[in-house]
Structure formats: C-alpha cells, structure tokens
C-alpha cells in the first residue's frame, strides 16, 4: 500500500473492531463499539491539523501555546452507517460543522446512487473528513468524493473501519490524492460485494435492520 494509507494499530481499535465482528454481538453493543472506534481513527486523521501559537494566561503566568487554526473542519458521514461511526468525532473537535451525504448502491451494478446532500455554507474553506464504516467496492467512496471536490475543499480525507483490498486500489486510482485512515484491511471481497471476513452490513448491525 502507498504512503496515502494508513492502517491504525491502536490496541483499543482493534478489540472493538473484534468484538463487533462477532455475529452476537447486538445493536446496542455494536453502536457502543463503532461509536469509540470512529473517535480512534479520527484522532489519528487529525494529526496533521495545523495549529498556530496563541498568548494565553495560566493562573500561574502568561505564556505560548499551540491552538488549532481557525480554519474549519467539517465531517461528512456517508448515511447510513456513517453516522454511527461519527457519533464520538465531535467529542475530538467540538467546533467540526457535519454534512450528510446519502448514497447507496445498486444492487444490479453496484455503482453509488445519491438521495441526500447538506452541507454547511463554509464548506469550500473546511478540513473535510468522510465517513463511511466499509471500504468495500469502493464505489461510493469515490463517488462521494468526486462530488465533494467540485466543491473545492481546503483538504480531504476518507476514513473508514474496515477495507477491502479491491476498494483501497479504486479509490486509490480515482482519488490518489486523498488519504485513507482505516481500522484493518480484510482479504477481499465475496460475490455479494462484501468484506471478508467482515462485520457484515455495518447499517444493519447499527440499527438492527437486518
């Protein structure tokens, strides 16, 4: 893989990633688990943020400090499954503004098809961070960040919690300049378009839709 992937090795991670693999593991669990392990990955999305000093007052003195910049940074959870991967991001950057972006695949040929859009009027000045829980085809990621970039953000970066093989190479060869954060990279794909050995449908383990 190019040095745009990255593979989060956080213990914390990968126990969560585990335990919601396990086909018993139930909605509540799951959402608990997707939940902390969005935050994870996010703290390690975020590490190139640039921060400028600022002159503050301790109790103690007056002194420098690092403070993130004023420029925006905005999440974009793919709906569904996104959302429960982002629902701890903003406790990491409690000023992010957040846009939905609905897209789902069909099931003929597996390409994106879009349904919701809403982003925040600051958007083309914004640090943008898309969500989606599976890295799979690659289809709407790539769709979803075609989109995003006629909008010209400052930077994008894609996170996810799991990938396959299959999906890193598209998205790579659409979108080589965007960076991919990822909890583990699976074998690959079955017949049916998923992950192996996979969570399952991470929408429906979320939701208990299944």
Known sequence: MSGMVHVVAHPVLKHNLTQMRRRETLPPEFRVLMSGAGALLLYEATRELPTTDVRIETPVASTSA?????????????????????????DIVPRATVAHLGLYRDPKTLEAVEYFFKAPAN???????????????????????KKLK????????????????EGVALLQAQ???VPIYTGAIDDRLNDHA???PGLGDAGDRLYGTL
Do not use: K, N, W
Not at 66 to 90: D, K, N, Y
Not at 150 to 165: H, W
């Open 150 to 165: 006629r909008l010209s953000p400052r930077t994008l970066t894609f996170i996810c919690l799991l990938a396959a093989p």
């Open 123 to 145: 958007f083309g000045e914004s640090h943008v961070f898309v969500i989606d829980p599976m890295l799979a085809t690659g289809h709407s990621a790539a769709a979803a960040l």
């Open 66 to 90: 690092p403070s993130l910049e004023r420029t925006p940074v905005c999440l974009v959870p793919i709906l569904r499954a996104g959302l429960g991967l982002a629902a701890q991001m903003l």
């Open 194 to 196: 998923y992950i192996v």
């Open 175 to 177: 979108h080589p300049d």
